[in-house]
């Protein structure tokens, strides 16, 4: 009996063969998830590249390049209205948002 339950509690002692075989399936297998890590990075970083919008620190950098820019070019108060106005205008065209908050990540640079 003793031999029995001792025949089970043994681990199975494997030939070089079949440890190649479970080394080479491992290997695969962990190939095959590195694989698929890899597709969701890429689907990630397509997402922050094309769907992430301006944060509350980059609407605010881009607000003061703005104010920046007015001030830079006039001191006349109705002046800087227009011109305010149209540089938001000028934004949202040439980047297709309804508001410079919906400006892409990607294109705050260009933006500014």
Same mark, same amino acid.
């Given at each position: 009996?003793?031999? &029995? ?5 043994? !681990? /199975?002692? %494997?030939? !070089? @063969? #079949? =440890? ?5 399936? %491992?290997?695969?297998? &962990? $190939? ?7 597709? @969701?990075? #890429?689907? +990630? ?7 992430? &919008? ?7 950098? *881009?607000? @003061? $390049? ?8 006039? @001191? ?6 227009? *011109?305010?106005?149209? +540089?938001?205008? #000028?934004? /949202?065209?040439?980047?297709?948002? $309804?508001?410079? /908050?919906?400006? %892409?990540? /990607?294109? %705050? =640079? $260009?933006?500014?």
């Amino acid at each position: 009996m003793e031999k &029995t339950l001792q025949g089970q509690d043994a !681990p /199975k002692v %494997l030939s !070089p @063969k #079949e =440890q190649l075989m479970a080394s080479m399936q %491992l290997t695969l297998e &962990t $190939a095959q998830e590195v694989e698929e890590i890899k597709g @969701k990075v #890429e689907q +990630l970083e397509d997402k922050i590249d094309n769907q992430m &919008t301006l944060d509350y620190g980059m609407q605010r950098r *881009l607000q @003061k $390049a703005v104010g920046a820019r007015v001030y830079s070019l006039t @001191k006349d108060e109705s002046e800087k209205r227009r *011109l305010f106005s149209e +540089l938001y205008r #000028e934004i /949202k065209d040439r980047f297709g948002v $309804a508001s410079y /908050k919906d400006v %892409l990540r /990607k294109d %705050l =640079q $260009a933006a500014i």
